[in-house]
């Protein structure tokens, strides 16, 4: 059982790197987001709800009633004719006008009968008062888990189509949320003190900062002697020296086939195989 296990694993991996690296045809729609398979196109379409029938021709974008969409269309216009007459500011919109005005006025008419906390527009007092409800309209169809905002659940199905759209510049980890990713590079500020003012990346090490602000600058020290291409890492340049001389360190320990370098995609899949090989045969 454990073996048929890690075949399965193993094919089940194949097919996802090649589905990885072939393109997306499974399209959305409404916003053309494109998928690399139908499940998960299936799973990102919760995002655009079933009851907005009046779609905007220009961005694809769906209401749930006329009045909205004719809204929406301002955006796709340059014409801004409401205009606050105590800053200057213009909108599209005479709604965003309004709410606008409350700000200068300090205007909060809509009011939590609960908790008296005021608001500024209609729809955030709506999604707050879920707060002192149980009520979770907003359910994914995947793991039919509900929410009580639709943001909440935007965010939740991220999970299943594996988007983590939210990058650490520092480390590369992703995140689901900006929260999540606020919170992880506090991490950083204290493990990572040595921080690059061009990218943001942080470094534990100074050596390790003045190695990496290189990468910003024009500066390529090492250079071929047979090409004359330039690097600014000399690591690069003993890895770029091995196509000249034809060298291959790297050997896969099942084959004869070797490579250039420890981190090719080749040398990996080998010591994948390797692993699964050795599991099945001492099982």
């Known amino acids: 059982d454990k073996a048929s296990t890690v075949v399965l694993k193993l094919e089940d991996n194949s097919t996802t790197e090649s589905a990885l690296h072939s393109e997306r045809p499974y399209k959305c729609t409404s916003c ?4 690399i398979n139908p499940s998960k196109l299936k799973v990102h379409t919760q995002t655009h709800s079933v009851d907005r029938p009046y779609k905007c021709t220009c961005c694809g974008k769906s209401f749930n009633a006329s009045s909205n969409l004719k809204e929406h269309m301002h955006i796709h216009s340059t014409e801004r004719p409401h205009i ?22 300090g205007d909060r008419p809509y009011k939590c009968e609960i908790c008296g906390k005021s608001f500024k ?24 888990k509900s929410f009580k905002h639709s943001s909440h659940l ?13 990058k650490c510049q520092t480390c590369g980890k992703s995140f689901i949320a900006s929260s999540d990713l606020k919170r992880h590079v ?8 040595h921080k690059c003012r061009n990218c943001e990346k942080s470094f534990v090490q100074l050596s ?21 291409k330039s690097f600014k890492i000399p690591s690069h340049l003993k890895i770029h020296m091995r196509s000249h001389t034809g060298e291959r360190p ?19 899949k080998h010591a994948q195989l390797y692993l699964i090989m050795k ?3 001492n099982h």
């Not at 790297?250 to 370098?261: L, R």
Request: positive net charge; charged residues 20%.
């Open 84 to 105: 606050c007459t105590t800053c200057g500011k213009s909108f599209k919109r005479s709604s965003n006008l309004k709410t606008h005005i409350r700000g200068h006025s």
């Open 186 to 193: 506090k991490i950083h500020s204290t493990l990572y003190p």
């Open 279 to 281: 599991h099945l045969f």
């Open 32 to 35: 053309g987001k494109s998928f």
């Open 121 to 144: 527009i209609s729809s955030t007092l709506k999604s707050h008062m879920r707060i002192h409800s149980m009520e979770r309209p907003y359910k994914c169809t995947t793991c039919e």
């Open 250 to 268: 790297y050997q896969c320990t099942i084959c004869v086939k070797s490579y250039m370098k420890s981190t090719d995609v080749g040398a990996n």
């Open 154 to 166: 935007k965010m939740h199905i991220r999970i299943h189509i594996g988007e983590f759209p939210y």
């Open 208 to 228: 390790d900062l003045h190695r990496h602000m290189k990468i910003h600058s024009c500066e390529l020290p090492n250079k071929c002697t047979i090409c004359e």
